[in-house]
């Protein structure tokens, strides 16, 4: 004999609604996932050693307001 609490999750709406969040939450993970390879590719440098160095080469330009009389 099942357990109380088991009977009413099966017969009930959550357990669709529960298996409804994980196939969603593991196609974004997937999708995340294509993006980082996609993006940093997965030969030579990394995801993370593409995006220092270009932060690292980046020109930071500062433009004061003159005064005004």
């Given amino acids: ?6 009977r009413y ?6 357990g669709a609604v ?7 939450t593991a196609v974004v993970v997937a ?5 980082v390879v996609a993006l940093g590719g997965t030969q030579g440098d ?3 050693d593409n995006i ?3 932060i690292g ?3 930071v330009q500062i ?3 003159p005064e005004s009389d």
């Fill in 57 to 59: 080469e980046a020109e």
């Fill in 9 to 14: 999750f099966l017969r009930s709406e959550l």
């Fill in 31 to 35: 999708m995340g996932g294509a993006t």
């Fill in 1 to 6: 004999m099942m357990p109380k609490h088991l």
């Fill in 63 to 65: 433009i004061l307001h």
């Fill in 18 to 24: 529960t298996v409804d969040w994980v196939v969603l």
């Fill in 52 to 54: 220092g160095r270009q």
């Fill in 46 to 48: 990394g995801f993370a």
